[in-house]
């Protein structure tokens, strides 16, 4: 949680010092081109709250979106035959076709914006149920970071500094947004070199990831960059009940299979245990332990996690330190 809370702080501390840029604070409806925006629930929020985000300038490439919340934890929808799957109905958040909800401390999420297309603009909607009578839904709450992130023409700066003796055409050289630039195709993006990365609405282990989810978790590479390490201290993903130990591969994502059921799962590429020294690909099931592995696929270093359409029990997702080195 800290290392969470750390990097959006390190991200608007980087900003402010940088370019010592004002926050907008738009409220429920409006419309913002700043830099850093942060959006806060109103006292009394209304059902449907949308914000609408504007590119600050024609080299923005991607919003960085930082957040704690607490909204409605999803519900159980039916799909008959006694399946469920796990969906944000109540309430949600949702920004470029991503539905969530719950409770989270400090995740984020990249979504791209395409600067040079003057039409473009990003919405963030928050959806709520009616809180009348005694719903027994939570007080809503969210608290979200926005940052437009700029890349220069052409290229993605993966570096804090930017030579300031070299102008960059419409945009202000005392920006430095590089670091935190996504490799395309991210859902969310590390750059530090370690941290802690969990599943959305983990909430301590007491939460539901959503059904129907796919999306990458990319780290940052360096010239020098051998591995990626990852301690995983909570999984439950997929079937933990018929399997109350980590499986891994074919027990998760069956070659002969020619659907998504029984497809939850965590993939991590070229991935060795460091006990074992046993190789695996995909990772499902639970664990009740501490398990280390390490990838070491010469490419973008980068895990992806998996969610089908059926909602076993326990299905509370993962969290898991890193380390790059």
């Given at each position: 949680?800290?290392?969470?809370?750390?990097?959006?702080?390190?991200?608007?501390?980087?900003?402010?010092?940088?370019?010592?840029?004002?926050?907008?604070?738009?409220?429920?409806?409006?419309?913002?081109?700043?830099?850093?925006?942060?959006?806060?629930n109103?006292?009394?929020?209304?059902?449907?709250?949308?914000?609408?985000?504007?590119?600050?300038?024609?080299?923005?490439?991607?919003?960085?979106?930082?957040?704690?919340m607490?909204?409605a934890?999803?519900?159980?929808?039916?799909?008959?035959?006694?399946?469920?799957?796990?969906?944000?109905t109540?309430?949600?958040?949702?920004?470029?076709?991503?539905?969530?909800?719950?409770?989270?401390?400090?995740?984020?999420?990249?979504?791209?914006?395409?600067?040079?297309?003057?039409?473009?603009?990003?919405?963030?909607?928050?959806?709520?149920?009616?809180?009348?009578?005694?719903?027994?839904?939570?007080?809503?709450?969210?608290?979200?970071?926005?940052?437009q992130?700029?890349?220069?023409?052409?290229a993605?700066?993966?570096?804090?500094?930017?030579?300031?003796?070299?102008?960059?055409?419409?945009?202000?050289?005392?920006?430095?947004?590089?670091?935190?630039?996504?490799?395309?195709?991210?859902?969310?993006?590390?750059?530090?070199?370690?941290?802690?990365?969990?599943?959305?609405?983990?909430?301590?282990?007491?939460?539901?990831?959503?059904?129907?989810?796919?999306?990458?978790?990319?780290?940052?590479?360096?010239?020098?960059?051998?591995?990626?390490?990852?301690?995983?201290?909570?999984?439950?993903?997929?079937?933990?009940?018929?399997?109350?130990?980590?499986?891994?591969?074919?027990?998760?994502?069956?070659?002969e299979?020619?659907?998504?059921l029984?497809?939850?799962?965590?993939?991590?590429?070229?991935?060795?245990?460091e006990?074992?020294?046993?190789?695996?690909?995909?990772?499902?099931?639970?664990?009740?332990?501490?398990?280390?592995?390490?990838?070491?696929?010469?490419?973008?270093?980068?895990?992806?996690?998996?969610?089908?359409?059926?909602y076993?029990?326990?299905?509370?997702?993962?969290?898991?330190?890193?380390?790059?080195?």
């Open positions: 949680m800290r290392n969470c809370i750390a990097s959006a702080l390190l991200l608007l501390a980087t900003v402010a010092a940088t370019q010592a840029a004002s926050v907008a604070k738009p409220t429920c409806g409006g419309t913002s081109s700043s830099k850093n925006i942060n959006l806060v109103p006292k009394n929020p209304p059902r449907v709250c949308e914000y609408h985000i504007k590119p600050t300038s024609r080299y923005v490439c991607q919003l960085r979106i930082d957040w704690a607490t909204l934890q999803p519900t159980l929808e039916s799909q008959g035959s006694g399946l469920t799957y796990a969906e944000c109540r309430d949600y958040f949702e920004v470029d076709g991503l539905k969530l909800c719950g409770t989270e401390l400090w995740q984020h999420i990249y979504v791209p914006l395409n600067a040079t297309d003057g039409e473009s603009m990003v919405d963030l909607v928050i959806s709520l149920a009616d809180r009348g009578g005694d719903s027994g839904l939570p007080a809503a709450y969210w608290d979200m970071v926005v940052t992130l700029e890349c220069p023409a052409g993605s700066v993966r570096s804090l500094d930017l030579d300031d003796g070299v102008p960059i055409e419409g945009r202000a050289t005392s920006i430095k947004d590089g670091f935190f630039v996504a490799p395309s195709g991210c859902r969310q993006y590390f750059p530090q070199a370690k941290g802690v990365v969990k599943s959305f609405n983990y909430n301590d282990g007491n939460g539901i990831y959503p059904s129907r989810m796919n999306y990458a978790i990319c780290f940052r590479r360096q010239t020098d960059t051998k591995a990626l390490t990852i301690r995983a201290y909570y999984f439950n993903v997929g079937d933990v009940v018929a399997a109350s130990t980590l499986m891994t591969d074919e027990n998760c994502y069956s070659s299979s020619t659907n998504d029984d497809a939850d799962f965590l993939m991590v590429p070229q991935a060795t245990f006990d074992s020294h046993k190789h695996a690909t995909y990772f499902c099931g639970s664990i009740k332990k501490d398990v280390v592995i390490s990838s070491n696929n010469p490419g973008p270093l980068m895990v992806l996690f998996n969610s089908d359409d059926i076993r029990q326990n299905e509370a997702g993962f969290a898991f330190t890193y380390v790059v080195s």
